[in-house]
């Protein structure tokens, strides 16, 4: 991956020192599955009761991004509809928060698990970049199958670590757009904020990194749509592919 011209996007690793990517829709190519996932789940629910689920405006916009049950509550309630909490023990499509939620999460495993999961090769070839270059990388996913779906994905070995919604479930770490998953990534890598960048596709991700103090957030819209929203929320480089992205510099080793 050249250096290129000023005016083309770069991460200036004399500047940034690590790079913390989200998953889903940047990493591995999960989100078209989880938004068709979420639609059958939230269409048998609003039958009866309000319009379908739309598939691109509805998922970007109110659960993208999102833990799964944050997703169903901002969803529902801008239909001006609340349901019951209920319990991790509900039967999937019950009625209730976490009914929804497992019943979407059966259906997308599924999917997992019979078609497998592909990384984004520009994703996977700037992580090598950034890496022979000296940069840290670490994967965030607000999914409590982070770290099934970066595994079965075979880029494990490009990141120094995970933080995923297990990690949030045992900490009591608040879902996006709070930066928590993301300030929790740079802690463990024993960085500031403002020496590291953010990698995201989702609104409340980007807005994450913002709020974080990161050096530079930088999303990825892969169907070209919503670039000025995303720079509202706080992205400075907005991409339809990460191939799109160079790399300048490289990290000088701290002396201790």
Excluded: C
């Excluded at 916009?61 to 349901?83: E, K, Q, Y």
């Amino acid at each position: 991956m050249n250096e290129r011209s000023a005016n083309e996007p770069v991460i200036d690793l004399g500047v940034i020192s690590a790079v913390v990517f989200d998953t889903d829709g940047v990493v591995t190519d999960t989100a078209r599955g989880h938004a068709a996932a979420w639609k059958h789940v939230f269409d048998a629910f609003l039958r009866g009761r309000s319009a379908p689920f739309d598939i691109r405006d509805d998922y970007l916009r109110h659960v993208d991004g999102r833990p799964r049950l944050d997703g169903i509550r901002t969803f529902l309630a801008a239909r001006g509809i609340t349901l019951p909490e209920g319990a991790p023990d509900d039967e999937p499509g019950a009625p209730t928060v976490h009914g929804l939620g497992l019943a979407k999460d059966q259906i997308f495993m599924a999917q997992v698990d019979k078609y497998g999961v592909a990384a984004f090769p520009s994703t996977v070839a700037l992580l090598h970049e950034l890496r022979r270059r000296g940069a840290r990388t670490a994967a965030v996913s607000a999914s409590l199958h982070g770290r099934r779906l970066v595994t079965a994905a075979g880029v494990t070995h490009l990141f120094d670590l995970l933080v995923d919604g297990n990690d949030a479930a045992l900490m009591n770490l608040p879902g996006k757009p709070d930066p928590a998953l993301f300030l929790e990534a740079v802690r463990r890598l024993d960085l500031p904020a403002a020496r590291a960048a953010v990698v995201e596709s989702a609104l409340p991700g980007v807005e994450a990194g913002r709020k974080g103090g990161f050096g530079l957030v930088i999303a990825v819209t892969r169907d070209g749509g919503g670039a000025a929203e995303l720079h509202v929320h706080g992205a400075e480089i907005v991409l339809p592919d990460l191939g799109e992205l160079a790399v300048r510099g490289r990290v000088l080793p701290v002396r201790r």
